[in-house]
């Protein structure tokens, strides 16, 4: 069992940054491969960026690819994303997740274990 709990959201302005943090419960956090998602009102949860186990492999979805930072802390049970440049389009409740493997780090079913989210809006 793994509990996830995201921190670090907030209200910011149109070009600023954000870092989140996820920490995790639990001694197999390394053994997992990290994702983090996000849900705007009225839309499906989408990936943002993923990371391995080891922290040696990332991916990230088009819309964030240059701005976003993912990066894991294996020592400290931690999973962040640095978030710089930000837009208006990126307001949603952010959520991490622990998955199996990064095979499938992009896809929300592949997640075993989810955090309660933490709330990022942007303004213009």
């Known amino acids: 069992q793994v509990q996830l709990v995201e921190s670090g959201g907030g209200l910011v302005q149109a070009g600023d940054s954000l870092r989140l943090a996820c920490a995790a419960s639990g001694r197999t956090f390394s053994s997992y491969a990290m994702g983090w998602f996000r849900q705007a009102p009225g839309k499906e949860r989408e990936f943002v960026a993923g990371?391995?186990?080891?922290?040696?492999?990332?991916v990230y979805a088009d819309s964030v690819k240059g701005r976003f930072t993912i990066s894991r802390d294996n020592a400290k049970n931690t999973v962040y994303l640095q978030m710089n440049s930000l837009k208006p389009e990126d307001t949603a409740v952010y959520y991490c997740?622990?998955?199996?493997?990064?095979?499938?780090?992009?896809?929300?079913?592949?997640?075993?274990?989810w955090g309660q989210g933490t709330q990022v809006t942007v303004s213009s």
């Open positions: 990371i391995s186990r080891s922290g040696g492999s990332t």
């Open positions: 997740a622990a998955a199996r493997t990064m095979l499938v780090v992009t896809a929300p079913r592949a997640h075993e274990y």
